[in-house]
Structures are given as structure tokens and as C-alpha cells.
């Protein structure tokens, strides 16, 4: 039988990660067709509504239910404006590890929004759900998503050559694929003792999403 993650909401003191509903279409629509989340994600392009509603609604919620992972809606604890996803895939349950892809919208860069909600998840999923290994995927560019990971107290364990696919614009306004190293992040539980309850301030250089088959 094919094991699930709960059907649950963490929170955090600015944050809660929930599933998504009907009402953050438009915002996750808005989120996607950022130029940065173009250059570091594969989600289509351009990305729609329908895509929006999609993801969402049938996609996300299938992640959970089929054992693979589970997708959380990052929302303002407040004002619950969509400010960014977690995404926990490629789950091994024999293994208990999983790996963990973000996105931080762009009205919301800068706040520490990634790190205090990976790190939230992460805390989760060690102590409620007892998995022994998170494991993150950069792009060798992405240095913003490298600091996300440093400062959750990820270890770096090597590089993936050439195994990774970014886009880059093109003088014409359009986009094409390029390849691109992959560093390898992994989180134990005892990696995080140190690492405070709670994490602030800026993620560096804007937040940037990291590579991710989202979508």
C-alpha cells in the first residue's frame, strides 16, 4: 500500500503552509510567469489561468494522494496572500526521503519567506512524519537558492553535471532551454540542531526560486 502525507497546515510566526484553494489562482497564475521562475522552474510558458487552476486544484492535490510528495500553498499568516509553494517529490518511503523545491513569489522577495518555510517543513517532517533525509537540487547559478539552503543548515554533498535544464531569454523576448550543473543539498534531523526555531531577514539576492520539476 502506498503511503501518504497528511492532509495538513503548518504554521509558522508570519506563515501558513496549506493546501492550495480556489482563491489563489489568480496570485499563483501572477507568481508563475515571473522571469525568474521562467529561467529556474519548468513550468509551461506562458503560463495561463488554466494552468493556474490546474496546478492548483488537480495536480497539486495529486502529489499527496498518490504518494509522491505534497505541494504547500505559502500564504501570509494575516493576510493569507499567496507569497510563495514547498514542494515535497520524489518521496521513498522504504528510505524515508524525500526531495524539496520552492518558489518565493516576487511581490514577496527578500523577507526570508523560503527559508522559514522550507525550514518549517523540514522540522515536520523530521519530528512529525520521522524521515531521515531532505534532500534540495540547485541550479549552479541559483546562489540565492544556495543560500536558502546554507542557511537552513543544508550540507553540500557534490555536483550533478549537466544534469539540469534552465531557460535564458532570448534578444527576440522568447526562451530558450540551456543545460546546467545541479548541486546536490541534503538535510539530516541532527543538521538542523543549531539552526534557530525561527529564521528572518533577507534570503539574498531576491529569493530566487530553486530548480524545480513543479509544474
Known amino acids: 500500500m502506498t503511503s501518504t502525507f497528511p492532509d495538513i497546515s503548518i504554521s509558522t510566526e508570519r506563515l501558513v503552509l496549506r493546501p492550495f484553494e480556489e482563491a489563489d489562482v489568480p496570485a499563483l497564475a501572477d507568481m508563475m510567469t515571473d522571469e525568474l521562475v521562467v529561467a529556474w522552474t519548468r513550468a509551461p510558458y506562458p503560463y495561463t489561468q488554466r494552468d493556474a487552476r490546474d496546478q492548483a486544484l488537480r ?3 495529486a502529489e499527496r494522494t498518490t504518494g509522491r510528495g505534497i505541494v504547500f500553498a505559502v500564504a501570509e499568516f494575516l493576510t493569507q496572500r499567496l507569497v510563495g509553494i514547498v514542494h515535497l517529490r520524489n518521496t521513498d518511503w522504504r528510505v524515508l526521503g524525500t526531495e ?3 518558489i518565493t513569489a516576487p511581490w514577496a ?3 526570508g ?3 522559514e518555510s522550507v525550514l518549517a517543513v523540514a522540522r515536520w517532517l523530521f519530528q512529525d512524519q520521522k524521515f531521515e533525509r531532505l534532500e534540495l537540487r540547485t541550479a549552479a547559478d541559483n546562489t540565492a537558492a544556495q543560500q536558502v539552503a546554507q542557511k537552513i543548515g543544508c550540507i553540500s554533498e557534490g555536483v550533478l553535471r549537466n544534469a539540469g535544464i534552465a531557460r535564458t531569454q532570448t534578444e527576440d523576448g522568447g526562451w530558450t532551454d540551456l543545460r546546467t550543473d545541479l548541486i546536490v ?3 539530516l534531523a541532527e543538521d538542523l540542531d543549531g539552526v534557530p526555531e525561527s529564521l ?4 539574498g539576492f531576491g529569493g530566487y526560486p530553486t530548480y524545480s520539476d513543479w509544474g
Open 185 to 187: 543539498w541534503s538535510l
Open 109 to 111: 522577495r527578500g523577507e
Open 59 to 61: 495536480l497539486a492535490p
Open 113 to 115: 519567506y523560503a527559508s
Open 200 to 203: 528572518a531577514g533577507s534570503d
Open 100 to 102: 524539496v523545491s520552492y
